[in-house]
């Protein structure tokens, strides 16, 4: 059995790519990012899998299609940290994405971005989704919820096409490397909807979410820390924190400051959930690119269990032979 081929935009780290391959195995056919440290890593990590670089310039009925396409696409938009533009931003780039979904018609998309896209251009999101006969489904999921010990709450949407073909999806659960890891502990989900291919309207999720109350300010990400070492309680109130996260990571957490008494990127490595050195062992990467790599990545075990979550959710899990 072989699992499925995913095309990741807006890569990044391959946080996203990372958590699909932990729910479903497969393999990466290809990645898109043209900023040069997240290229830098993406060629460290990968060297044969080709970068396309700017979505936006890509050739996409030359590029080769694949069952499961995911993106991080830029949060600037939408997010409260900044001008909240929305798609009169330079940086939205979505109908670029939408346009490559069409050429390529992938079976399953996996999406993530700050939880102010809820409010601001989701619905645009969904619409177009629709109009390309996929159905949606999303919800928020904060870090924390996954042991890690910062909020970081951040929405993912799943999209499904209506064509896809169960008995293809039924083979990459059986080929898929334990699929339990992608839902682990069951922490508290946020905001959530669906929306049906070809039924949503312009609008729709963003009058549900202020209907609920859910328009407000994204949570802070976590300060760093001063540790003393030699100490027992060198976390202070922040050990129990940071104990649950080097449980679920397997790694001890290092050092919150360099010699110089500024944030380590190493620390912040150890927050997002990747392996010792994914970021910071890149050959030829600065302290300033590591740090921005690692502040617009996402935290794959985050995103594993909101992509086992959706897929439930979607009514994918007995093909896919996820457990309850």
Known sequence: MTGPRIGSVCSGYAGLDMAVQTVLGGSVAWHSDPDPG????????????????????ADWPQVEPVDIYTG??????FSYAGARKGTTDDRHIWPHIAHSVRVLRPRILFFENVTGHVSL????????????RFNAEWLTV??????APHPRERLFVLAVAENAD?????QWGQSAPGQEEGRGARPHLGRRGRVAAAHAGHGHI?????????????RPTVRPLTRRRGTVDEWGRYAPAVARWEAVTGRTAPRATDDRGRLSPVFVEWLMGLEDGHVTA????SRTAQLRALGNGVVPQQAAFAFAELLHRAGLADRLGLAA
Do not use: F, K, M
């Open 121 to 132: 251009g989701l619905d645009a999101v969904l619409t177009d989704l629709a109009a390309l």
């Open 142 to 147: 904060h870090a924390s919820g996954v042991g």
């Open 282 to 285: 890149v050959p030829g990467l």
């Open 72 to 77: 991080g696409y830029p949060c600037q938009p």
């Open 38 to 57: 997240a290229a830098a890593i993406l060629a460290h990590h990968w060297p044969d899998v080709p970068n396309l670089g700017d979505l936006t310039a």
């Open 166 to 170: 169960s008995a293809t999806v039924h």
């Open 206 to 218: 963003a009058e549900r979410a202020r209907a609920q109350g859910r328009e407000g300010r994204e």
